[in-house]
């Protein structure tokens, strides 16, 4: 029997089923396999820190899987594998008075999940009666939410005023902007400014307007200009009507 033989068998022999806590001190792996390492808190022995061990996550394959590794100073729950207190990896991470959770139970019920990274992004899912839906915001609150109750999907900005609304329910899509609000395709663009009350709308190309009865009114004034020629027609009557008509 060789000597790793005998070393490997009086390991197993003093091997024990246990978990402890330990704190993260170290995240930078040499080899970049996405390790820690962790400083064990109720070791009595000189072995106070475990070398670059795993990190177990709810799924994980070739290139896929859900990736989200503790920082330095979390606390972690550390097991061995068959009990071997050579063998250790990280079964999860535990919050405590100093690190505490997001968010709490209201009343006792359990209705929201969420993610949040350290900068405050942060992934909501509610599964209350009142507010049911998701919302993702980001650390500058830029945010996204679903509500399935009033069947809307509403995007916005708080720090800016704007938003865009699609309501499901009602068949609408509302666009608000505080300044301007720009649709531009190519050299096509409509802008509607907020600040002069005014909508502009530019192309390179033509502009058609088509319809049943195409009506245009104006509080003052109504002006038409072409730089070119400009044409008036009509397959039926034409009237012109004033108070005074000016001709040239």
């Not at 330990?22 to 000189?46: E, H």
């Not at 072995?47 to 896929?64: L, N, W, Y």
């Not at 945010?143 to 609408?172: C, F, W």
């Amino acid at each position: 029997m060789s000597i790793y033989e005998m070393l490997s068998q009086e390991l197993k022999e003093q091997s024990f089923c246990a978990i402890t806590i330990g704190v993260v001190v170290d995240i930078k792996d040499p080899d970049k396999k996405n390790r820690v390492k962790v400083r064990l808190l109720n070791r009595t022995d000189s072995v106070q820190e475990t070398d670059f061990i795993r990190v177990m996550t709810p799924a994980a394959g070739k290139e896929f899987g859900f990736f989200d590794m503790p920082e330095v100073g979390d606390e972690v729950l550390v097991g061995f594998v068959d009990g071997d207190f050579t063998a250790p990896y990280v079964l999860g991470c535990l919050w405590n008075t100093k690190n505490p959770a997001p968010a709490k139970l209201e009343e006792g019920k359990n209705e929201l999940r969420m993610l949040k990274s350290k900068t405050a992004h942060r992934l909501e899912f509610n599964d209350g009666e009142e507010t049911p839906g998701l919302t993702l915001t980001t650390a500058k609150e830029s945010r996204l939410v679903i509500d399935d109750k009033a069947q809307t999907i509403t995007l916005s900005d708080p720090k800016t005023e704007n938003s865009l609304k699609i309501d499901i329910g009602g068949g609408k899509i509302v666009l608000e902007a505080k300044t301007s609000l720009v649709l531009q395709c190519g050299g096509a663009s409509i802008e509607l400014n907020g600040s002069s009350n005014e909508i502009t709308v530019k192309t390179s190309g033509n502009i058609k307007i088509d319809g049943q009865q195409v009506d245009i009114a104006g509080k003052t004034a109504v002006n038409a200009k072409a730089s070119g020629q400009l044409n008036l027609e009509a397959s039926g009557p034409a009237n012109l009507k004033g108070a005074i008509v000016k001709v040239n």
